[in-house]
């Protein structure tokens, strides 16, 4: 018995010794103003949380700066170490010098610095007769250094075989969907998506962090509320009090949308937002669902959103950026943005997304508000305190500050007793007085977490772990960048509405959710209106009425010309439908429809969808799922959004067999037949027509033949752009219809409106020139840009 017992200890040891190893972790900038703040704390603590256990460690901060002052800044940051409040004096002194005695300073400039500070880490793996378990990288720098790093990282400082390498990033990534996928490149090539960890700290934040775990443990609660049916509204939001001032350079390049709506709050939506997994300690699953989620993110438009900028931005960006006296920055400081989630889950519940400098209050929550039933008949004062059913439903995530000052989540009385870890959470104590957005704390379970700790050690201990759940990955960045640059490009030249600042911007910022759309709910007053421009705004105008290649023509600002085209083809429908009790609608594909599809959407729910039929104009020849698919546009942009029978929608049959457009699979002929059998005299009611610059419409093309005469309704033609095979309705099909519209938009149809504004009916050269409905209406619709240029 003696012996087995040696034998298992003996195996015990050595199982030990296998497991201990040694990680050498690089801060990189490790005297700037991010390590001196957050870094060298996080990694104390990291120390802190697993010295004694499997692993050993050396620190090195790293910089440009020559050694002897390198060193001297080092230490000054390091002197403001400090333990958990519950540590004995002594037990943290004796820790945070070994802490010290395991930091040192190293100058990293030149490929030949990092082949010395790799030997050095063999050279004391080899001495101490320890295993190399893995190098961390701290990219504490700015991202134009990246990629020199990662070079000299990847060329001579990698660890040898069965080592790990880890190297971490802070944003920002990149500037726009292009830029960052240029850096993702960039690293890409020197460094595999495993060994890559993106810090957005606010996934460190205790609130934040709980988010998913919060879901899980309350599955059986939850199940029955998270969704479309029971939540009326999310709001994400992030206020401050201080204003851009000593970081107008970085702003002006930025801005509050990129810096903290496109990745904060976005990924506090995800997590909102994303279908829980079977196993939420699953890194690979909680980041395959965050993707899905950001792939049903319903596009943006400069309607979802609304911008503003503190009275004293322009004079800060003069002073600091020393530009002239007649600048005005067009630089949001204040930005309101509404988000949907295309999914079965969360279909028609609006998400605000809202961020702001020198605003009333600094506060940051996560607030899912439920539909409330209840109606009660008695008067307030005789509900039943806390819970009655007809107080305000609502979980809250209270990421920091405000009036609760701290960490916290809180779940009305009224839905459920929540479950937290008991280990690292409790119940908050009563407060009398404190309200939270506009309740009193007794309304709700509140509890906090036991010991508050900063974001950087979290994410740090993660990193470590090797948990990549927290962090951004490469798809997952690019799918946010993705949703969010086209709506930073449209907002460009947006000028921001003007706000004093503090308590005495008032109600000027307040939001207004208004169908798919937000805005201000007041009209900003004159006076505070001065502009740092004198260009005309869209209500400047009217809408123009003139005629077009003797057609009515309707131009205006692409706002209101979508409205009036959105407009017309709801009362054509009603027409139709009140005298022959349907309604056929041949509808276009390209991107000019997209925001009229949107409208009809989200603004228009008198429409009479039950009793309209949807045809394709044309299709490309891909698969009906494919992105470049017209019917796909069609599916995203308004099928998903707008209750039509499905044996109402018609696309065009263009994968027949498990083939594209091929001749004998008679595509074009089954689908003429198909209008033939359900349009009476294959007359649609209304056709979306646009016009290309060579003049096309439909997919009928210049110098080609097909489609512009003869008999057959539906043609297979040839596109010179890719994809190449087309099919579409023919020219004397078009003509048959009871009404044309054709919407013409943006300054790159400028030449050919007024190139087919002077010829002929000559559909040879200029297909569009040939739509002349025999016994229709053809109107057009172009927007000022395409009209006057």
């Known amino acids: 018995m003696l012996t087995v017992a040696m034998c298992v200890a003996l195996v015990g040891c050595l199982q030990a010794q296998e497991l201990r190893g040694h990680v050498s972790i690089v801060l990189l900038g490790a005297t700037g103003d991010l390590a001196k703040k957050y870094l060298w704390q996080g990694l104390f603590q990291l120390y802190l949380d697993e010295v004694g256990k499997d692993h050993s460690f050396s620190f090195h901060g790293a910089a440009l700066t020559a050694p002897e002052q390198g060193w001297k800044l080092m230490a000054k940051a390091l002197e403001s170490l400090s333990c958990p409040s519950d540590m004995a004096p002594s037990h943290c002194a004796e820790l945070k010098d070994q802490f010290l005695r395991l930091s040192q300073y190293r100058q990293l400039k030149t490929a030949e610095d990092y082949r ?146 496109q990745n904060h709050l976005t990924e506090i939506l995800m997590l909102v937002a994303m279908e829980l997994p079977l196993n939420v300690s699953s890194s690979a699953a909680v980041l395959q669902h965050k993707l899905e989620a950001f792939r049903g993110l319903r596009g943006l438009n400069k309607g979802s959103a609304v911008v503003g900028q503190y009275q004293a931005y322009s004079a800060q960006a003069r002073r600091e950026l020393q530009k002239p006296e007649g600048f005005h920055s067009l630089t949001p400081t204040f930005a309101g943005v509404l988000v949907h989630v295309d999914s079965l889950r969360w279909e028609g519940v609006p998400f605000t997304l809202m961020s702001g400098k020198a605003l009333d209050e600094r506060v940051g929550y996560v607030r899912v508000l439920f539909k409330n039933q209840a109606f009660c008949i008695q008067h307030e004062r005789h509900w039943a305190p806390e819970q009655s059913p007809c107080l305000p439903r609502q979980i809250i995530f209270h990421i920091g500050h405000g009036e609760l000052s701290h960490p916290a989540i809180l779940v009305s009385r009224n839905l459920f007793r929540p479950s937290l870890p008991a280990h690292s959470w409790a119940e908050v104590q009563e407060r009398p007085g404190l309200r939270v957005l506009g309740r009193p704390l007794s309304d709700f379970y509140a509890y906090s977490p036991l010991r508050e700790r900063d974001a ?84 400047d105008f009217q809408v123009l009425r003139a005629r077009y290649r003797e057609s009515p023509l309707i131009s205006a600002w692409p706002e209101e010309l979508i409205s009036r085209l959105a407009s017309d083809i709801e009362a054509s429908a009603l027409q139709a439908v009140q005298h022959f009790g349907k309604f056929h609608l041949a509808l276009s594909g390209g991107s000019s429809p997209i925001a009229l599809f949107q409208q009809l959407a989200m603004g228009h729910y008198s429409f009479p969808w039950a009793h309209t039929h949807l045809w394709l104009v044309d299709e490309r020849c891909v698969p009906l799922s494919d992105p470049d698919s017209n019917f796909q546009g069609l599916q995203a942009h308004l099928l998903q959004h707008i209750r039509l029978p499905y044996y109402n929608i018609h696309p065009m049959p263009v994968h027949l067999h498990q083939r594209l457009c091929a001749e004998e699979d008679q595509g074009a002929q089954t689908y003429a037949g198909e209008i033939s059998a359900l349009v009476a005299n294959s007359s649609f009611d209304l056709v979306l027509l646009g016009m290309g610059t060579d003049g096309h419409t439909a997919s009928l093309f210049p110098q080609s033949p097909t489609g512009l005469d003869g008999e057959q309704l539906v043609v297979l033609t040839q596109s010179p752009f890719r994809p190449h095979q087309r099919m579409s309705l023919s020219l004397p099909l078009i003509n048959r219809a009871k009404k044309v519209a054709v919407l013409v938009m943006g300054r790159t149809k400028r030449d050919i409106t007024m190139l087919v504004s002077r010829v002929g009916q000559e559909p040879r050269k200029w297909p569009i020139s040939g739509v002349l409905p025999s016994s229709g209406q053809l109107v057009w619709y172009m927007d000022y840009e395409a009209f006057l240029g």
């Open 116 to 261: 010395t500070l790799s030997k050095d880490i063999e050279a004391q793996v080899k001495q101490e007769d320890l295993r190399e378990a893995g190098r961390i990288f701290y990219f504490s720098v700015p991202p134009f250094a990246y990629v020199d790093i990662a070079r000299n990282i990847n060329s001579s400082c990698r660890p040898g075989p069965g080592a790990w390498l880890r190297v971490v990033f802070e944003k920002p990534f990149g500037h726009d969907h292009l830029s960052a996928q240029q850096l993702a490149t960039e690293l890409g090539s020197f460094f595999q998506e495993e060994e890559m960890y993106r810090v957005d700290h606010y996934l460190g934040k205790q609130a934040v962090a709980q988010i998913l775990p919060f879901r899980d443990q309350n599955r059986k609660a939850l199940d029955g509320l998270w969704n479309r049916h029971h939540v009326e509204r999310v709001e994400i939001i992030m206020k401050e009090t201080v204003d851009a001032e000593g970081r107008i350079s970085f702003y002006e390049e930025y801005g509050v949308i990129r810096d903290v709506l």
């Open 456 to 539: 950087y050690s979290i994410l740090l201990s993660h990193i470590f772990h090797g948990r990549k759940e927290s962090f951004i990955t490469t798809e997952n960045l690019l799918a946010s960048w993705d949703f969010w640059t086209p709506l930073l490009d449209s907002l460009a030249h947006e000028v921001p509405r003007l706000y004093p600042g503090g308590a005495d911007t008032g109600c000027l910022l307040d939001l207004e959710l208004n169908g798919g759309h937000l805005s201000f709910s007041q009209q900003q007053p004159e006076q505070l209106v001065p502009g740092p421009g004198s260009a005309p705004k869209p209500s």
